[in-house]
């Protein structure tokens, strides 16, 4: 378990993103794991959130389903048939997931990383990776499933952001910021776990995404999500998943895609977000 600090130990200060995107790690918390039916990765998974970060944000807007179906299919285009066979099937099945977010506010490759006893200058922020599970599960119908996670959370208005960053001094850069991020929905607790429940170090979240970045550099200003806590509207057992892995994915993926249709969990217009990371900041957001 990472150890954490408070913010005595840093500087809070605004949140100011620079780029539209970010490197997203996926299966950080155990009991995420769990209940998604996953095994827990050798290591980080990586893929990139191509949204702007909006600070203070204070609504999301839900695509159409013809808005998303463009986007797999412009990610994907192999899966035009399977995805016009099912367009009157599917509904957008959006989900939240509170995140802790990292910002790079210096450069750095992942060698310099490997050798360095100290960090380069980072500061935290919270986030929420907003994501339609619709898309991400036309994944399993690929050879690159990431190509459509990246697609499920990369929509405009899908990086809802708190207005504060803290930037650790230089003796903390190890450290994880001492909060819990609880998330509730119309009032209701959704998530709620220590951020020191992550699986991963801050220099094993900084290595991952050194790892797959370009030229295995990352550059002042680029951004990092961390991984979502339990308690997301997705949940399936490893029991279920074994099953759903048992049958061809045309027969799977409608009966995935038509529990989901299913279920009042998932986020709808009129429902209300209220993200808590205590001292790191709030952020409530509207979807529409």
Same mark, same amino acid.
């Given at each position: 378990?990472?150890?954490?600090?408070?913010?005595?130990?840093?500087?809070?200060?605004?949140?100011?993103?620079?780029?539209?995107?970010?490197?997203?790690?996926?299966?950080?918390?155990?009991?995420?794991?769990?209940?998604?039916g996953s095994e827990t990765p050798e290591t980080p998974i990586v893929f990139l959130k191509n949204a702007a970060p909006k600070p203070g944000q204070d609504s999301v807007v839900i695509p159409t389903m013809e808005t998303l179906l463009r986007a797999v299919i412009?990610?994907?285009?192999?899966?035009?048939?399977?995805?016009?066979?099912?367009?009157?099937?599917?509904?957008?099945?959006?989900?939240?997931? @509170?995140?802790? #977010?990292?910002?790079?506010?210096?450069?750095?490759?992942? %060698?310099?990383? !490997?050798? *360095?006893?100290?960090?380069? /200058?980072?500061?935290?922020?919270?986030?929420?990776?907003?994501?339609?599970?619709?898309?991400?599960?036309?994944?399993?119908?690929?050879?690159?499933?990431?190509?459509?996670?990246?697609?499920?959370?990369?929509?405009?208005?899908?990086?809802?952001?708190?207005?504060?960053?803290?930037?650790?001094?230089?003796?903390?850069?190890?450290?994880?910021?001492?909060?819990?991020l609880e998330l509730k929905v119309n009032g209701k607790i959704r998530q709620s776990e220590p951020v020191s429940s992550l699986i991963y170090t801050p220099r094993q979240i900084l290595e991952g995404a050194a790892a797959f970045a370009p030229d295995q550099k990352?550059?002042?200003?680029?951004? @990092?999500?961390? #991984?979502?806590?339990?308690?997301?509207?997705?949940?399936? %057992?490893?029991? !279920?998943? *074994?099953?759903?892995?048992? /049958?061809?994915?045309?027969?799977?993926?409608?009966?995935?895609?038509?529990?989901?249709?299913?279920?009042?969990?998932?986020?709808?217009?009129?429902?209300?977000?209220?993200?808590?990371?205590?001292?790191?900041?709030?952020?409530?957001?509207?979807?529409?």
């Amino acid at each position: 378990m990472p150890l954490t600090t408070g913010p005595q130990e840093g500087t809070l200060q605004d949140f100011l993103p620079t780029t539209g995107f970010a490197y997203a790690l996926g299966l950080a918390y155990a009991d995420h794991i769990r209940e998604t039916g996953s095994e827990t990765p050798e290591t980080p998974i990586v893929f990139l959130k191509n949204a702007a970060p909006k600070p203070g944000q204070d609504s999301v807007v839900i695509p159409t389903m013809e808005t998303l179906l463009r986007a797999v299919i412009s990610a994907e285009p192999s899966l035009y048939e399977r995805v016009d066979a099912l367009k009157d099937q599917l509904v957008p099945m959006m989900d939240f997931e @509170i995140e802790l #977010g990292v910002q790079l506010l210096e450069d750095c490759t992942l %060698s310099e990383l !490997q050798a *360095a006893k100290q960090l380069p /200058m980072i500061g935290y922020f919270l986030a929420n990776d907003v994501t339609s599970r619709t898309v991400q599960m036309m994944g399993e119908l690929t050879r690159d499933r990431y190509v459509l996670w990246s697609a499920s959370k990369s929509y405009d208005g899908f990086f809802p952001c708190g207005r504060t960053l803290w930037v650790p001094d230089a003796e903390a850069r190890d450290l994880l910021p001492a909060v819990r991020l609880e998330l509730k929905v119309n009032g209701k607790i959704r998530q709620s776990e220590p951020v020191s429940s992550l699986i991963y170090t801050p220099r094993q979240i900084l290595e991952g995404a050194a790892a797959f970045a370009p030229d295995q550099k990352l550059r002042a200003g680029d951004l @990092i999500v961390t #991984g979502t806590p339990a308690g997301v509207t997705f949940q399936i %057992s490893a029991e !279920q998943k *074994a099953i759903f892995a048992s /049958m061809p994915l045309d027969v799977s993926i409608p009966k995935f895609l038509e529990s989901g249709r299913n279920n009042p969990d998932y986020l709808k217009p009129g429902d209300l977000v209220e993200m808590d990371a205590e001292w790191l900041g709030q952020l409530t957001f509207a979807m529409t």
